[in-house]
C-alpha cells in the first residue's frame, strides 16, 4: 500500500472512530445527563480505552460543544430541505417552525440534549446555546424578510420577531421536556402556529389553514 492510500486509510479510520465516540456520547449523555457522566463511561459506550478518547476530544465539555454544533447543523439541513418545498414566504417560515417542532417532537433525546442538558451543563455552554438560538432566529428572520418584501406582511422589526419566534418555541419545548407526564408536544404546534404568524401581521385567512407537524 502506498504512502498516500495509508494515510487516506488512517484518516478514514480516524474519523469512523470519531464519530463513534461521539455516538456513544450522545447516548450516554441522553440516559446519565451531562454532570454525571464520566469519560470512563464514554469510553466504554464507544468500545475503546479513555486515552482513544482523549486522543480525539480534550475534555468532556469539547465532546458535548461537538454534539451540540453537529445537532444543530442537522436540523438546520432538514429545516432547509423543508422549506426549499415552499414558494411562498409565510409557507417557508412556517416549513421552518413545523419541521423544527416536528423533529423534536419525534427526538426527544435530540431535543434534551438542546435543551436541557446544555442549560444544565453551566456556563461554559452558554455561548454555544446562544449561537444556536440566534442561528434559528436568524433563519425566521431571513422568511419573514423575504414576506415583508412581497408584501404578504406588514413591515415589522423581523429580528426582533425571530428571536420572540423561537423563544417561544423554546419554552414550549423545554417545558414538555420537564412534564412529569408530557402529553403530545405536537398537540401544542397549531395553537402556537396561529399564535406566531398572528404576531407577523399574516392575514386571518392564512393563519385558519391547518399547520401541524410532519
Sequence with gaps: MSDEKRAGAQAEKSRTRREQILDAAFNTFARRGYRDTAMDEIAAAAETSKGGVYFHFATKEAIFRELMRSTADRLAAKVDRAVAAETDPIAKADAALRTVFGTFA?????????????????RAFNDETNALHERFAR????????????GA???LDTQLTGVAWFGALNEVVARWLMADEPGRLEDAYPPLR???LRSAGVPEARIAATGTPR
Excluded at 139 to 150: H, R, S, T
Design 106 to 122: 419525534g427526538h426527544r433525546t435530540m431535543a434534551r440534549l438542546l435543551f436541557l442538558d446544555a442549560l444544565g451543563a453551566g
Design 139 to 150: 433563519m425566521i428572520a431571513g422568511y419573514l424578510d423575504q414576506a415583508v418584501a412581497e
Design 153 to 155: 406582511i406588514p413591515p
Design 194 to 196: 396561529a399564535l406566531l
